[in-house]
């Protein structure tokens, strides 16, 4: 087991003052069976109330707003969480099969964020220094077992 101490600040500061700031704070550290949060502290300036929700994801969410005219805006978040091993996925599905689920899973609403495909401007850059997968290899880059 490692534990992590981890400090973050956000700060906004503006040229003139400002009134009734809607915000989000999403610095909560996910709970689950590899990872514990041992403690958290969340200070925010003008202290005010903050909800704290869970997201279509099931990540805690923080709103608050904060009605007094300010010129900055810190939240300062302290959270210390004991993370355990986890282990690799199964790699003994032939690789053809591996790469059918990811290919569905790209429709699938909580993973469409993290298996779309996107353009961006160093694409064939990237394209000419990474091979294309083979079928032989699984998504993990793996030799498939004989």
């Not at 997201?55 to 969410?61: A, F, L």
Request: charged share 30%.
């Amino acid at each position: 087991m490692s534990r992590f101490n981890i400090h973050h600040i956000t700060r906004y500061t503006y040229e003139e003052p400002v009134r009734d700031s809607a915000n989000q704070v999403i610095l909560f550290p996910i709970k689950d069976e590899y990872q514990e949060p041992l403690s958290q502290e969340l200070q925010i300036s003008g202290e005010p109330q903050v909800e704290i929700y869970k997201d279509y994801y099931g990540n805690e969410v923080g709103s608050f707003s904060y009605a007094e005219p300010h010129n900055q805006l810190i939240i300062d978040s302290r959270i210390s969480v004991e993370v355990k091993s986890k282990p690799l996925p199964d790699d003994m599905i032939p690789a053809d099969q591996q790469w059918q689920r990811l290919d569905e899973a790209r429709f699938v609403v909580p993973y469409i964020d993290f298996i779309r495909f996107e353009r961006f401007p160093s694409m064939e850059e990237v394209r000419a220094i990474t091979p294309v997968h083979e079928s032989r290899k699984t998504p993990r880059c793996r030799q498939r077992k004989p």
